[in-house]
């Protein structure tokens, strides 16, 4: 959390966030941090957040290949996707080669 703290001070971000632990509360205080800081407030054309574990991996992949909508970057949050009990494969080999306008909160 040390490294998210210093990306949100300095608005360097990384394309790739993880978070995991016991403490749902600081993953979601976190996430919305992350958001406020990346997307633009009523943007919603660029900000998308699956839940769930029947996640459409091919969905995702598409809306993460599309170019963001007069913006700069593209948010996608996960959240209870069960992707590191279940087979994420898909999404893990995808990850290698994301643009560099998407950006994943897992």
Same mark, same amino acid.
């Given at each position: &959390?040390?490294?998210? $703290? /210093?990306? %949100?001070? @300095?608005? #360097?971000?990384?394309?790739? +966030?993880?978070? =995991?632990?016991?403490?749902? =509360?600081?993953?979601? #205080?976190?996430? /919305?941090?992350? *958001?406020?800081? &990346?997307?633009?407030?009523?943007?919603? &054309? $660029?900000?998308? *957040?699956?839940?769930?574990? $029947?996640?459409? !991996?091919? /969905? *995702?992949?598409?809306?993460? /290949? @599309?170019?963001?909508?007069?913006?700069?970057?593209? %948010?996608? *949050?996960?959240?209870?996707?069960?992707?590191?009990? $279940?087979?994420?494969?898909?999404?893990?080999?995808? !990850?290698?080669?994301?643009?560099?306008?998407? +950006?994943?909160?897992?």
């Amino acid at each position: &959390m040390k490294s998210l $703290n /210093e990306d %949100l001070k @300095t608005g #360097q971000f990384k394309q790739i +966030y993880l978070l =995991y632990g016991e403490e749902s =509360y600081l993953k979601r #205080q976190y996430r /919305e941090r992350l *958001v406020r800081a &990346m997307i633009p407030e009523g943007d919603t &054309m $660029n900000y998308a *957040v699956y839940e769930g574990k $029947n996640i459409d !991996i091919k /969905e *995702v992949i598409d809306l993460a /290949e @599309t170019l963001p909508f007069f913006a700069s970057r593209r %948010l996608i *949050v996960f959240e209870d996707t069960g992707f590191f009990k $279940n087979a994420g494969t898909d999404l893990a080999d995808y !990850i290698t080669d994301i643009p560099p306008t998407t +950006y994943f909160y897992l």
